[in-house]
């Protein structure tokens, strides 16, 4: 494709997103794109766009030779793949905002894009209005990359938010976000921690080279976490924020998992406020950059798809350097973490598994420790997840076997005992 082309859009999906990206194309007649289609699974519902664009058939879509590229931003994962696989094979572009789908399909997806030679993009199913996988790409060297942390969730950011500066219970926070729309009317998927996993899935590749399955990755929500942490929390004068991290061991291997974690009020993450997104990425000679914008709403993530879009005039695709170009680095669970834990009662929580307890606060009703433990004791367990358990990280989590010797031989300095 070339800067002049026109591009003929076949649209799946005329939700939030879809409508968004509807109308930011008729704000920018310079793109030269049109939709000249919209699939859409309940024809009867009324929608603010001509009757005669819409269709219950896909095929419409999927085998129009005037079509050249399809944008795809359904909630149906599997259907998504189908459609991305016909498009693709098809000869024509793609651009979609799954990030299920793409988390559960990579290496899928991945063949597909080296066999057909048609571009897949997808910057609307990382950050939204962040755009993250272009920088990823075109800016950071693997070699050079030291760590990532992110925000990448704007639901759960803000029930965070507002547990922690109005004080609200999780229960209260979570009414209000579904009632101002940041939040669906089933929200498992967000405050669980399933959509920050899956996007993270496919961020480790662009980042690393990295291809795992979701089910690989050390994850949970903000399900568990009381109004006590947000209090511990203040007292500490720290925040909780879901963070998705990733960061190169001394090693080589890159640990990585999304988790609850306090971060320190001067910490670029702790002005990442509400439904926001924010990016935090420390290379070898740039040092920290910091990325910030919404990460939810219609224009916000519409903006992203028409990035793409736009795109695609001048033929972009992702080169996934770091996979093909480099030596992909490899995931690792060999380090160890420190972490908050609360818990109503002891029995939920195997001392024996930490190398040490820092902190222990056993007087309240709500009791906790700080300790440190070894990463694959999350991995393999599920105690920190269960009967009202809160597992929060440290600002600073990870420590290599080095380090940990280190604080072991400090500590029992401290004690007395060498």
Same mark, same amino acid.
């Given at each position: 494709?070339?800067? /002049? &082309?026109?591009?003929?859009?076949? #649209?799946?999906?005329?939700?939030?997103?879809?409508?968004?990206? !509807?109308?930011? #194309?008729?704000?920018?007649?310079? #793109?030269?794109?049109?939709?000249?289609?919209?699939? +859409? &699974?309940?024809?009867?519902?009324?929608?603010?766009?001509?009757?005669?664009?819409?269709?219950?058939?896909?095929?419409?879509?999927?085998?129009?030779? *005037?079509?050249?590229?399809?944008?795809?931003?359904?909630?149906?994962?599997?259907?998504?793949?189908?459609?991305?696989?016909?498009?693709?094979?098809?000869?024509?572009?793609?651009?979609?905002? =799954?990030?299920?789908?793409?988390?559960?399909?990579?290496?899928?997806?991945?063949?597909?894009?080296?066999?057909?030679?048609? =571009?897949?993009? @997808?910057?609307?199913?990382?950050?939204?209005?962040?755009?993250?996988?272009?920088?990823?790409?075109?800016?950071?060297?693997?070699?050079?990359?030291?760590?990532?942390?992110?925000?990448?969730?704007?639901? %759960?950011?803000?029930?965070? %938010?507002?547990?922690?500066?109005?004080?609200?219970?999780?229960?209260?926070?979570? +009414?209000?976000?579904?009632?101002?729309?940041?939040?669906?009317?089933?929200? =498992?998927?967000?405050?669980?921690?399933?959509?920050?996993?899956?996007?993270?899935?496919?961020?480790?590749?662009?980042?690393?080279?990295?291809?795992?399955?979701?089910?690989?990755?050390?994850?949970?929500?903000?399900?568990?976490?009381?109004?006590?942490?947000?209090?511990?929390?203040?007292?500490?004068?720290?925040? +909780?924020?879901?963070?998705?991290?990733?960061?190169? #061991?001394?090693?080589?291997?890159?640990?990585?998992?999304?988790?609850?974690?306090?971060?320190?009020?001067?910490?670029?993450?702790?002005?990442?406020?509400?439904? !926001?997104?924010?990016?935090?990425?420390?290379?070898?000679?740039? *040092?920290?950059?910091?990325?910030?914008? &919404?990460?939810?709403?219609?224009?916000?993530?519409?903006?992203?798809?028409?990035?793409?879009?736009?795109?695609?005039?001048?033929?972009?695709?992702?080169? !996934?350097?770091?996979? !093909?170009? /480099?030596?992909?680095?490899?995931?690792?669970?060999?380090?160890?973490?420190?972490? @908050?834990? =609360?818990?109503?009662?002891?029995?939920?929580?195997?001392?024996?598994?930490?190398?040490?307890?820092?902190?222990? /606060?056993?007087?309240?009703?709500?009791?906790?420790? +700080?300790?440190?433990?070894?990463?694959?004791?999350?991995?393999? &367990?599920?105690?920190?997840?269960?009967?009202?358990?809160?597992?929060?990280?440290?600002?600073?989590?990870?420590?290599?076997?080095?380090?940990?010797?280190?604080?072991?031989?400090?500590?029992?300095?401290?004690?007395?005992?060498?």
């Amino acid at each position: 494709m070339d800067a /002049h &082309k026109q591009l003929t859009l076949g #649209l799946f999906g005329f939700g939030v997103v879809g409508e968004g990206l !509807y109308k930011a #194309l008729r704000l920018t007649p310079s #793109l030269n794109a049109t939709i000249k289609k919209i699939c +859409i &699974k309940n024809p009867s519902k009324q929608r603010n766009a001509p009757d005669a664009l819409f269709t219950t058939e896909k095929d419409e879509l999927l085998y129009d030779s *005037d079509i050249n590229v399809i944008v795809e931003v359904i909630d149906d994962s599997e259907a998504a793949f189908e459609i991305v696989s016909i498009a693709l094979k098809n000869g024509k572009a793609v651009v979609s905002a =799954s990030k299920k789908m793409i988390a559960e399909h990579l290496s899928e997806l991945l063949e597909l894009q080296q066999t057909t030679g048609e =571009s897949f993009l @997808y910057e609307a199913a990382a950050c939204a209005s962040i755009p993250v996988i272009r920088n990823l790409e075109e800016y950071y060297d693997n070699d050079l990359l030291h760590s990532i942390k992110a925000i990448v969730n704007g639901s %759960t950011n803000f029930i965070l %938010t507002k547990m922690f500066e109005e004080s609200l219970d999780f229960k209260q926070a979570l +009414i209000l976000a579904q009632q101002l729309g940041f939040a669906e009317s089933n929200p =498992s998927l967000d405050v669980e921690g399933f959509d920050a996993v899956n996007k993270w899935t496919f961020l480790l590749t662009h980042a690393y080279g990295i291809i795992d399955n979701p089910n690989n990755i050390v994850f949970t929500g903000i399900q568990n976490i009381q109004s006590s942490d947000a209090a511990v929390a203040k007292e500490k004068h720290y925040h +909780i924020k879901l963070v998705a991290q990733a960061q190169k #061991l001394s090693n080589g291997k890159v640990a990585a998992f999304v988790l609850p974690q306090f971060i320190k009020h001067e910490d670029h993450l702790a002005f990442v406020r509400n439904e !926001y997104n924010g990016v935090v990425i420390e290379s070898g000679f740039a *040092d920290k950059q910091f990325f910030y914008g &919404k990460g939810a709403g219609s224009f916000p993530t519409a903006s992203a798809v028409l990035s793409d879009i736009s795109a695609l005039r001048y033929g972009y695709h992702y080169e !996934y350097k770091k996979l !093909y170009h /480099h030596k992909p680095n490899e995931l690792t669970h060999d380090f160890y973490v420190k972490a @908050y834990v =609360s818990f109503d009662d002891l029995k939920y929580v195997p001392r024996e598994s930490f190398e040490w307890i820092e902190e222990w /606060h056993a007087v309240e009703d709500r009791k906790y420790l +700080i300790g440190v433990i070894h990463f694959n004791e999350l991995l393999t &367990k599920s105690w920190w997840r269960e009967n009202r358990v809160s597992l929060i990280l440290a600002p600073e989590p990870v420590i290599e076997d080095v380090e940990l010797r280190k604080l072991k031989k400090k500590s029992l300095e401290l004690a007395g005992v060498i």
